[in-house]
């Protein structure tokens, strides 16, 4: 255990979560033949093989004799620049393996990634030499030229409108100049799509999934171009386009002629036969046999990649003998993975001998290539592959053929689950389908690659199994966009049919289980819940709840709107609808999501359609996988950053949902989708416009609580009633603070009781000012006196008292407020004044407190906060007979408050009636028509055409008001008062229920 709490910490902390998340954090402490065994005793048939190493299985008996036979011997691992014998012999192997006729030279080095690093070098070198000794002989010809011309002093015609020889020359040789440069800036390696080459920096260029790639781009300047498997004559066009071109003159007669010599940038082409990282996709028959037959006229080296096909994966020690790749002497062979027979690291560029660059050994080498040890192990694996008649590399094909016919068949069984199965020898691939008609769960991560991981960990689970997926299934891909999910099925040669049976009865199993739509007991082990063999080889079939709706084909615009799951439940109805079926704890349940959710992408999960005065709207849901509590909690620095990151995701996926026609003119953030952004401050809306929502929900708030206010027995009147603020220093409490400071009799602003809430607090108390002189300020424009004022409560007794302070205090003030435009500093001033003349009053005026103890007093109370605690406000908090109203989504009313609607008139504010009975239906959202203040206004914007961001960072009572009419002008009210799923109050007749 400590052992993995190390690689936790000191190794790859991110993947080793992902690892854990799904249960696949073992440790192996042993591997023997097709078997690798964990620390707590478990024997694992290994199907990844190390992703292609082990094809004489784990530890085989006699390299291991080898091993301890060098080592007995002392064998000189480090006898750098002398002769490495054993690497000769293990070079001049790998030759007669060959029969090509030629002869290649061997460059040893220690992985995958340097073999292919050492060809990409040595490809450029012998291509940079090239075009270097051509532009020394074309600026030696355009020299001659010159000096020809004038020291003969040969009149000369020269081209185009040149007439200056010395200037004609200086062009020509600066343009050759830019062209040698141009093959130094950006020499051009050319491969195929889905090609995986290593991760080194120029292996990388020529990898082809963009997510290992595109955060490395500027390392090198190589140029990638990639070709399509069925258009290999695309290669020609690219060597052809991406070249150099000389400029050199030519006397003919009295004339000069330019002409030109051309000099392809493409330096090599690199190719697997049949890709592994890529996901297992062997390129075509056809494909190969055009490379071959093109290959002479190309003259341009080409890269066999036998990393992972060669030493016998496919059934021989080079793949490509086996294609129609054979027909060429191919100029470089990469060989690593299986070479050292899984015991020991090392690689091999196989460089053709008459093209090799004698330099090259001089000046590419490494300390640890070419070791006697490792070079005896290699000898002695591909002696065991090749003995006995080839007897290892044939059964690679037989049991090769039995995984594949099997797999084939389960493919025919399943053909919703599985799209393809493919591959050669021992390399074999699983595709699954992207399950677009099971749930929610399987649509997504079947989508996102992720199911294949999850097979994995079941396989692992209760079968003792152990197949993985590429790597690249473990990376963030493309938002929204479909990333395969594969199984990569790679076992030793020595694998047996009994195994290969109990990989496909444990394979059956999980189909059945994802055939059946049951989500509970894919995951069940991954929340600590137990299954019986019963439970899991005869599954339940689950109805597929919430299929994707399609598209409406008329619509006149769309937005989109970001969610998350505001509790485990939302996650529950939506994601694991069987879960209701079967035992589950909801700690384990929130643990584990908190844990995957960092690995799922956000999911388009609902389209809906609002209907105003004839203009149809789309609006489009995208979830991202977070709960609240993961969202607020405190957390490292990178985490927090992920977090912006999905939620940009997400807002990326809700905008590539639009088109040409009808873009997403808008994209709402969502409960804490706004609040981990900063309000929306750190998401890039350049492209697509965004909004909090909060201007509507802080509208919506006020007005039902006004709503409430009248309705309750006995009425409130506001303009006497204390109010309290519960999260007055956040965004949304503190807008409404600064409204309710104009209307109500007094306000007191409640914070959360960090150390930080009273600053916070007082900071909200002053921008209360800055609204009540902005409105005095209007009214002195309008030459409103104080006796004639439409300030209220609090708003009307500050105006007062500042009439009652001192004559040149007030004078003073009133000039300032008609010359100043500086709100800050007039609320400054404003303070100052009610704090030296009439702090008591001030105090009592607005109260600051940075606990509950006066919502007891309170007439009325808002809640408007980030916490996630649904039990945050309690009954026995508030006065019998207040009103109060929680803006937060989740919500903060303790359930407490359903119990006693005849005492409190509590609800859930900020809800907004839909016009013309428009529904939005989704987990967590509210039924008969209602939504929340957020979306509606993401909404009304729509209808608005509002086409650029909104609420964006600190809210503004303009913001609000601004809201108000555009909310009106489309038919959008506020809603019924609900707590929970009760009504408590309808809007519309104004029918109090139960208060
Ligand atoms: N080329 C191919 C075809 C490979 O499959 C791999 C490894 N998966 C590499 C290169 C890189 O090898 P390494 O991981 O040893 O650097």
């Known amino acids: 255990m400590t052992v993995q709490h190390n690689y936790n910490d000191f190794c790859k902390p991110k993947l080793n979560k992902l690892l854990s998340a799904l249960k696949l954090d073992k440790n192996y402490i042993k591997a023997e033949g097709n078997y690798l065994f964990t620390d707590d005793g478990k024997e694992v048939i290994d199907f990844v093989g190390g992703f292609g190493v082990s094809i004489l299985g784990h530890n085989h008996p006699t390299l291991i004799n080898e091993m301890k036979a060098a080592l007995d011997n002392r064998v000189a691992i480090n006898s750098q620049c002398s002769v490495r014998s054993e690497s000769a012999n293990l070079a001049q192997l790998l030759n007669e393996y060959i029969d090509n006729g030629q002869n290649y030279k061997v460059n040893f080095s220690n992985s995958g990634a340097e073999s292919v690093e050492a060809a990409i070098k040595h490809a450029y070198k012998v291509h940079f030499d090239k075009v270097r000794r051509e532009y020394e002989r074309i600026t030696r010809i355009l020299n001659d030229f010159y000096y020809k011309v004038e020291r003969e002093g040969i009149d000369v015609e020269l081209p185009g409108d040149e007439n200056d020889l010395i200037d004609f020359r200086n062009d020509l040789d600066e343009y050759n100049l830019n062209q040698f440069e141009s093959f130094q800036k950006s020499p051009v390696i050319a491969g195929l799509k889905g090609s995986y080459h290593g991760k080194t920096c120029s292996p990388l260029k020529v990898t082809f999934n963009k997510s290992y790639r595109e955060g490395f781009e500027g390392l090198s300047s190589i140029q990638s171009a990639f070709v399509d498997h069925d258009k290999p004559e695309r290669l020609k066009e690219l060597v052809n386009e991406m070249a150099c071109v000389f400029y050199y003159p030519v006397l003919v007669g009295g004339k000069v002629e330019i002409h030109t010599l051309k000099i392809t940038r493409v330096m090599a082409f690199i190719m697997e036969t049949l890709q592994g990282e890529g996901g297992i996709k062997p390129v075509p028959e056809e494909t190969l046999s055009q490379l071959a037959s093109i290959h002479d006229e190309l003259k341009i080296p080409f890269i066999i990649d036998e990393i992972q096909t060669g030493c016998g994966r496919l059934g021989s020690i080079y793949s490509y003998q086996n294609t129609a790749l054979n027909a060429i002497a191919p100029e470089y062979i990469t060989l690593s993975k299986s070479l050292g027979g899984g015991l020991v690291k090392i690689g091999a560029t196989l460089i053709r001998g008459d093209i090799y660059d004698q330099d090259f050994g001089i000046l590419h080498t490494s300390t640890f290539a070419e070791d006697d040890l490792s070079a005896r192990v290699a000898i002695k694996a591909l002696e065991l592959l090749k003995e006995n008649d080839s007897e290892l590399l044939k059964r690679v094909n037989v049991q090769g053929g039995k995984l594949l016919s099997s797999l084939e068949t389960l493919q025919k069984r399943y053909p919703e689950i599985i799209k393809n199965v493919r591959g050669k020898g021992l390399m074999i691939g699983v595709e699954l389908t992207p399950l677009r008609s099971r749930s929610p769960f399987f649509r997504a ?72 739509n049951n989500e509970y007991l894919l995951v069940a082990h991954l929340i600590e819940q137990k299954l019986s063999p019963e439970q899991r080889q005869t599954p339940v079939t689950m109805e597929v709840k919430w299929p994707f709706n399609e598209e409406q084909s008329h619509i006149d615009a769309r937005t989109g709107f970001i969610v998350h799951p505001t509790k485990v439940q939302h996650l529950i109805d939506y994601f694991f609808p069987s879960f209701e079926r079967y035992e589950w704890s909801e700690s384990a349940m929130k643990g584990w999501w908190n844990n995957i959710a960092r690995f799922l992408e956000p999911v388009h999960v609902k389209r809906n359609y609002i209907t105003s005065r004839d203009f149809i709207l789309e ?115 503190s807008v409404l603070s600064q409204i309710l400071a104009l209307q109500v009799g007094r306000l007191c602003l409640v914070g959360s009781g960090s150390s930080t809430s009273e600053l916070r607090l007082k900071y909200a108390r002053k921008t209360c000012l800055a609204e009540i002189i902005k409105a005095i300020k209007t009214e002195l424009n309008a030459g409103v006196t104080f006796e004639h004022t439409q300030l209220a409560g609090v708003g009307k007794r500050v105006y007062e008292l500042i009439l009652s302070s001192g004559e040149s205090q007030q004078l003073k003030f009133f000039n300032d407020v008609q010359e100043q435009a500086d709100i800050d500093y007039l609320s400054k001033q404003l303070d100052l004044i009610l704090t030296q003349y009439h702090s008591d009053e001030y105090e009592q005026l607005f109260l600051i407190r940075a606990d509950f103890s006066q919502l007891k007093s309170s007439d009325i109370v808002v809640v408007a906060t980030n916490s996630p605690d649904d039990e945050l406000i309690k009954t026995d908090m508030v006065r019998p007979g207040a009103v109060v109203c929680c803006a937060s989504v989740p919500s903060n009313l303790s359930q407490s408050f359903e119990k006693e609607t005849n005492k409190y008139l509590a609800f859930d504010g900020g809800l907004s009636a839909l016009p013309e009975q428009s529904e939005i239906k989704f987990v967590g959202m509210p039924e008969n028509g209602l939504a929340y203040g957020c979306l509606a206004e993401t909404l009304i914007l729509g209808f608005e055409g509002q086409n650029h961001s909104f609420c964006k960072g600190p809210l503004s009572s303009e913001h609000v008001y601004q809201v108000m009419s555009m909310a009106e002008e489309h038919g959008f009210e506020l809603g019924n008062l609900k707590l929970n799923n009760n009504v408590l109050l309808t809007t519309k007749d104004s029918t109090t229920v139960n208060a």
């Open 619 to 733: 609006n489009n849901l995208v979830f991202v996988p977070y709960l609240p509590e993961y969202l607020v909690q405190e957390k490292e620095a990178y985490l927090e950053q992920e977090v912006r990151d999905k939620v940009q995701d997400a807002v990326t996926i809700a905008k590539e949902l639009g088109d040409d026609n009808i873009p997403v003119s808008i994209i709402g953030l969502g409960a804490y989708s706004s609040i981990v952004t900063n309000n929306g401050i750190t998401v890039n809306d350049y492209e697509s416009p965004i909004t909090t929502g909060n201007a509507y929900t802080a509208a919506l708030t006020l007005q039902g609580m006004m709503f409430a206010a009248n309705n309750v027995q006995p009425p409130i009147d506001i303009t006497q009633a204390e109010v309290s603020v519960v999260g007055a220093a956040g965004n949304i409490g």
């Open 445 to 516: 991560t079947g989508k996102q690659g992720v199911l294949s991981m999850l097979v994995a960990s079941y396989l692992l689970e209760y079968h003792n199994i152990r197949l993985l997926a590429p790597l690249t299934t473990m990376l963030k891909g493309n938002p929204g966009k479909n990333r395969m999910s594969i199984l990569r099925v790679q076992p030793p040669a020595t694998i047996t049919d009994e195994e290969i049976d109990a990989l496909l009865t444990a394979f059956t199993e999980v189909l059945d289980i994802i055939q059946s």
